[in-house]
C-alpha cells in the first residue's frame, strides 16, 4: 500500500497562489488514480479533483471554477495541486488520497490517506 505525505499548505492572503504536494513511497505511484479532498472546520470531508494514472485525464469539483490544477510527476511519485486566487472559503485541511478510478475516490473509496496540510486564507 502507498504512503502519502502531504506539504506546501500555509497561510496566504485572499487571492494569493498555494502549491501543494504529495510525496508517495511503498507500492508503485503510477499504479493509482490520484485525488485531492479538503475538510474545513466544522464541515464534512469534500472531494477537490482527481487525475488519472498517466496524467493525461482530470476530473475538478465544480466549486472550483477553474482555480485549482491537479497534476502528478510519476517519476518523482509526486501529486501537486496548484490554487490560485485563493478565497477564505478555501480555507481547509487538504488531503491527498490514492485509489483505483475516479468514480470511487469521489464516494471516498480510498486506498490510502495522507494525514494533510493545513491551508488558511486570510481576507
Known amino acids: 500500500q502507498v504512503q502519502l505525505v502531504e506539504s506546501g499548505g500555509g497561510l496566504v492572503q485572499s487571492g494569493g497562489s498555494l502549491r501543494l504536494s504529495c510525496a508517495a513511497s511503498?507500492?508503485?505511484?503510477?499504479?493509482?488514480?490520484m485525488a485531492w479532498f479538503r475538510q474545513a472546520p466544522g464541515k464534512e470531508r469534500e472531494f477537490v479533483a482527481a487525475?488519472?494514472?498517466?496524467?493525461?485525464?482530470?476530473v475538478y469539483a465544480d466549486f472550483l471554477q477553474g482555480r485549482f490544477t491537479i497534476s502528478r510527476d510519476n517519476a518523482k511519485n509526486t501529486l501537486y495541486l496548484q490554487m490560485y486566487s485563493l478565497k477564505p472559503e478555501d480555507t481547509a485541511v487538504y488531503y491527498c488520497?490514492?485509489?483505483?478510478?475516479?468514480?470511487?475516490?469521489?464516494?471516498?473509496?480510498?486506498?490510502?490517506w495522507g494525514r494533510g496540510t493545513q491551508v488558511t486564507v486570510s481576507s
Open positions: 487525475i488519472l494514472r498517466n496524467g493525461e485525464g482530470t
Open positions: 488520497a490514492a485509489g483505483q478510478t475516479i468514480t470511487t475516490l469521489k464516494r471516498s473509496r480510498v486506498d490510502s
Open positions: 511503498g507500492r508503485t505511484f503510477g499504479t493509482y488514480v
